[in-house]
């Protein structure tokens, strides 16, 4: 089986988690787009999606389902997205694809957060992923500089600008022991927009594929 296979195993199971919710929160990724594919099937329940991303608001309209704007749709009750790495504590590592800012901003408003990933994104400690890190242009260098204090390796994700019109800093060389703290010491950089730590906010669901299975991990 592929991770590909895995995450499709991961996607289709999230499904069961929507229970009569009629406006849901998604995310972005290679993942997501196998659950935004299987909305399809379901979505004359739904009255439309929060999209944490233009390409997944894209791929939500290309299937007829109406994207909502997070201002008009307040609290939601679930949020399915992906992740680039996630422990058994289910705090993550996320932003692989640039998008960690609005993630962050619907995972926060949402009573439920089910993460979604194949086997290879389990691990026992963050940071082997190198970490997203969205920051406003004009602060890049200082913030690179900040970042290395830290004991990171920065690397400007180059030709990359996120939907904010901000940049990233991908930073190797982390391990992450603590997310929590790293994530509020990264926080309070200036010029930093976000972080794609997600501990302080964790998911609260973690839906694993295999080959054969998909485990289900919880708070
Ligand atoms: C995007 C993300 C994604 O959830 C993460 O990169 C995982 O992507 P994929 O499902 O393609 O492996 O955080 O910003």
Same mark, same amino acid.
């Given at each position: 089986?592929?991770?590909?296979?895995?995450?499709?195993?991961?996607?289709?199971?999230?499904?069961?988690?929507?229970?009569?919710?009629?406006?849901?929160?998604?995310?972005?990724?290679?993942?997501?787009?196998?659950?935004?594919?299987?909305?399809?099937? +379901? @979505? #004359?329940?739904?009255?439309?999606?929060?999209?944490?991303?233009?390409?997944? &608001?894209?791929?939500?309209?290309? /299937?007829? %389902?109406?994207?909502?704007?997070?201002?008009?749709?307040?609290?939601?009750?679930?949020?399915?997205?992906?992740?680039?790495?996630?422990?058994?504590?289910?705090?993550? +590592? @996320? #932003?692989?694809?640039?998008?960690?800012?609005?993630?962050?901003?619907?995972? &926060?408003?949402?009573?439920?957060? /089910?993460? %979604?990933?194949?086997?290879?994104?389990?691990?026992?400690?963050?940071?082997?992923?190198?970490?997203?890190?969205?920051?406003?242009?004009?602060?890049?260098?200082?913030v690179a500089r900040e970042l290395v204090k830290l004991g990171g390796r920065p690397d400007?994700?180059?030709?990359?600008?996120?939907?904010?019109?901000?940049?990233?800093?991908?930073?190797?060389?982390?391990?992450?022991?603590?997310?929590?703290?790293?994530?509020?010491?990264?926080?309070?950089?200036?010029?930093?927009?976000?972080?794609?730590?997600?501990?302080?906010?964790?998911?609260?669901?973690?839906?694993?594929?295999?080959?054969?299975?998909?485990?289900?991990?919880?708070?």
């Amino acid at each position: 089986m592929s991770a590909e296979d895995n995450k499709k195993r991961a996607a289709l199971e999230a499904l069961k988690w929507l229970d009569d919710a009629r406006v849901i929160g998604i995310g972005t990724g290679s993942t997501v787009n196998h659950f935004i594919d299987a909305l399809e099937s +379901i @979505k #004359g329940r739904l009255d439309g999606v929060v999209s944490s991303s233009g390409a997944s &608001a894209q791929r939500l309209k290309a /299937i007829g %389902i109406p994207v909502l704007d997070l201002n008009a749709a307040g609290e939601l009750s679930v949020y399915v997205d992906g992740a680039d790495e996630a422990n058994h504590r289910l705090q993550l +590592i @996320k #932003g692989g694809g640039g998008a960690l800012t609005r993630e962050k901003v619907v995972a &926060a408003v949402s009573k439920q957060f /089910i993460c %979604i990933v194949d086997d290879s994104k389990l691990v026992d400690v963050l940071g082997r992923f190198p970490l997203p890190v969205e920051v406003i242009p004009m602060a890049r260098s200082y913030v690179a500089r900040e970042l290395v204090k830290l004991g990171g390796r920065p690397d400007w994700r180059q030709g990359f600008v996120t939907d904010n019109g901000n940049v990233i800093l991908d930073v190797h060389g982390l391990t992450i022991l603590y997310p929590p703290v790293l994530e509020a010491e990264i926080n309070q950089i200036t010029g930093v927009v976000s972080v794609g730590i997600f501990a302080r906010r964790s998911a609260d669901v973690l839906l694993v594929g295999y080959g054969d299975r998909v485990e289900k991990i919880t708070r």
